[in-house]
């Protein structure tokens, strides 16, 4: 099944620094929504973007949907040991159709 | 407010068997989607269902069914089981009408030997 383009696949990082990832599509989506797994739980829904341009935070985390509404990028300032998990990325055509997801970021985070 | 709540959290079964997976969407949700996660992979999605009939299906064979109950909750069930089949099976829910973004239950830990 279509998958859409997430990067970076893996990042190690210091506390307290702040991480950029991002997605890409080579179609468009009028939703992008941003997730986080633990191991072994679901997807937890950190921030949903419903507008092309829209730039939305949620603590210490911002996201953004991207003009072309090909892809959208996560930010999270001053990292914790919390912050570890896989971050996943999801596109979504219209309401209530299916989420197309990305194959996410593994964040480890070095206290 | 209960979240998404599926049972059970992990199920060993064998090649051939068949298996049924359980899911009760948040409250106030009237929509279940089924998703299917390999390992390493993100979450590939399977079908959904909302006023008890499959709407949308994924790239799925028909050894994948399911059924959405009048008080809103699903079952996913599979036929025939393959090595292949084994994986975290996620369910999600939402609400038609409100943008009907999609939360997500524990999942179930599936494993066919």
């Known amino acids: 099944g279509q998958q859409l383009n997430q990067s970076p696949q893996s990042m190690f990082i210091q506390e307290g620094e702040d991480v950029s990832m991002n997605c890409t599509s080579s179609s468009i989506f009028n939703t992008w929504l941003w997730y986080k797994q633990d191991p072994g739980e679901g997807p937890v829904l950190l921030i949903a973007?419903?507008?092309?341009?829209e730039l939305t935070s949620n603590g210490r985390l911002t996201a953004q949907f991207g003009i072309t509404r090909k892809d959208s990028f996560l930010n999270i300032s001053a990292s914790i040991p919390s912050d570890v998990g896989i971050y996943f990325c999801a596109g979504q055509l219209a309401g209530n159709t299916p989420l197309v997801f990305g194959k996410g970021t593994r964040l480890s985070v070095i206290a | 407010d209960a979240g998404v709540t599926q049972s059970p959290t992990h199920l060993i079964k064998t090649r051939g068997q068949q298996v049924t997976l359980r899911c009760s969407p948040k409250?106030?949700?009237?929509?279940v989607s089924w998703y299917q996660q390999a390992l390493g992979q993100g979450p590939q999605f399977i079908f959904q269902y909302y006023e008890e009939e499959e709407r949308q299906r994924g790239n799925f064979p028909d050894r994948f069914s399911g059924h959405q109950f009048p008080n809103y909750s699903s079952e996913l069930n599979v036929n025939a089981l393959l090595l292949g089949d084994s994986a975290l099976y996620l369910c999600?829910?939402?609400?038609?009408?409100?943008?009907?973004?999609?939360?997500f239950g524990p999942g179930t830990r599936l494993l066919v030997l």
């Open positions: 973007l419903y507008k092309a341009g």
């Open positions: 409250s106030g949700h009237d929509t």
């Open positions: 999600a829910s939402s609400r038609v009408g409100y943008r009907e973004t999609q939360y």
